[in-house]
C-alpha cells in the first residue's frame, strides 16, 4: 500500500538566526470585555510559547524578524490566528466564546466507537511508525472525535481542545491545535493539519544532551534538513542529490496488449485454434512468453529518471530578502546519500534495502508557486506532495520546531 502525504504544517516565514524582538498585549473576551487567563499564546511550529496572566497580559519573546502566524487559544474559545504584519505591540486582541446553542449548530454524528476503530490508524499516521515512535504518546487520545463518511470513503478526526504529546525520544512536550486529520481509502490520500508548539522536558543535563543527539539524528536528511540546504545553496555539499522525474505511457505494454488481445480474439474462433496455437508457438519461444507476461504486469506508466543529478539553480531562484522561489515544476526525487532508512520503512516499501540511501521524492502542484525560507518552511504548504521515504517519516514523533537550530551539519 502507497501513502501519499499531504502535511499542512501552518507556515512561519522567518530567520532563525537574526535578531529577535518582544511583544506584548492584552487579551479580553469579546462579549463581555473581562480579561482572560491561561490563553496561549505561541508561533506556531516553534517553542516560542507563553500564556496569559490574570490580568489578560502577556508578553512573547525571542520572536524573529519577518512574517508569521501568532496564534491565541484557550478551550471553549474560537482561536485566533494573526500574521504579524495585522499585530501591533501592546494591543488588545479579543477571543469569541464557541457557540454552544444546540439549536444554532449542526449536530455532528460522530463515531461512538471511533477509537476502537480507527485509533491504531491514527497514531500509525499521525504519531508515525519509526523505530522510535513508539515513544511519542498522545495523552489525551480520548478526546478525539472520529467520523467515516461512507459515500467517499474518507475517515475525518477532529478535536476540541489541544493534542497533549510527549515526546519522550526528542524531549519535547507538544501542544497541537489539530485542525482536521484526513485520509481517504480510495486515493490513499493522507492529509492532516494544524498548530504545534514545542517545549523542552525539563530533565538533567546529560538527558537533555541526549535528546540534543537525538534531535540531529532526527534532523539529518528530513524534508527541513533539504528545504534549508536548498535556500543555503548547500544541499549538494551537504549529502543531497536531486534527479529529474517525469512518466510517460508504458509504449512497451501497449505494444504487448495489442498482440496478446488479438491471439485472445482469434483463439476465441473454435475454427482458427488450431493455427493460431501453431503460430503463437512458432514465433514465439518460451523466453518471448514469460517476456510478454511480466511486461504486461507493469504500470500502465513508467517513471523515468535523468541520471545526470540537478544543480541548484535548476531548482530555485532568488526572491526576496526572506524566500526563494521553488521553480523546478516536474517530479523532483531526492536522495540524501549519508544516512539509511529507518529500518521500520520495511514494513511500508516493499522495494526496502537495508542499504538503501533515503530517497524521497516531492511533486508540485501545477501552475503554482511555492516560496521556501531559511528555517526550513515553504509556502503556500499545499503546493508540495510527499511520497516515498518522507511521506512515511515526517511525523509528529520525527517533527522538530522551526526555530530548531543543528550542529554544523558534516557533508
Known sequence: MRFILIFLLNFIICNIYAQTHILNGRILDTKTNKALEGVAVYISNTSIYTITKGDGSFQLQNIPVGNMQIIFSMVGYEKLVLTTDKIKNNDQYHLTPKVNDLDAIVIQSYDKNGWEKYGKFFLDQFIGTLSYSNECILENYKDLKFKYYKKTKELSVTCEVPLIIKNYYLGYNIRYDLIEFRFNYSSKYLFFGGYPSFQNMDVKDSKYKRFLKRR????????????????????????????????????????????????????????????????????????????????????????????????????????????????????????????????????????????????????????????????????????????????????????????????????
Open 216 to 411: 540531529q539524528e532526527a534532523y539529518i536528511g528530513s524534508q527541513m534538513h533539504f528545504i534549508r540546504s536548498l535556500y543555503s545553496r548547500s544541499a549538494i555539499q551537504e549529502g543531497f542529490e536531486m534527479h529529474h522525474i517525469w512518466e510517460e505511457p508504458n509504449y512497451e505494454k501497449q505494444r504487448i496488449k495489442i498482440i496478446l488481445d488479438s491471439i485472445s480474439f482469434v483463439n476465441e474462433n473454435i475454427d482458427s485454434f488450431r493455427l493460431i496455437k501453431l503460430k503463437f508457438d512458432s514465433l514465439y519461444n518460451n523466453d518471448s512468453v514469460r517476456y510478454f507476461h511480466r511486461i504486461i504486469r507493469q504500470d500502465d506508466y513508467l517513471t523515468l529518471m535523468r541520471r545526470i543529478p540537478l544543480q541548484i539553480n535548476q531548482v530555485i531562484q532568488d526572491h526576496d530578502s526572506t524566500s526563494k522561489i521553488l521553480i523546478y515544476k516536474d517530479q523532483l526525487l531526492v536522495l540524501y546519500k549519508n544516512k539509511k532508512e529507518d529500518i521500520n520503512y520495511a514494513n511500508y516499501n516493499a522495494n526496502y534495502r537495508t542499504d538503501s540511501c533515503i530517497i524521497s521524492l516531492l511533486d508540485y502542484l501545477p501552475d503554482t508557486q511555492t516560496q521556501i525560507h531559511q528555517d526550513g518552511s515553504f509556502y503556500p504548504f499545499s503546493n508540495i506532495v510527499q511520497q516515498k521515504y518522507w511521506a512515511w517519516s515526517e511525523k509528529i514523533s520525527n517533527l522538530l520546531p522551526f526555530d530548531y537550530v543543528p550542529q554544523n551539519v558534516k557533508p
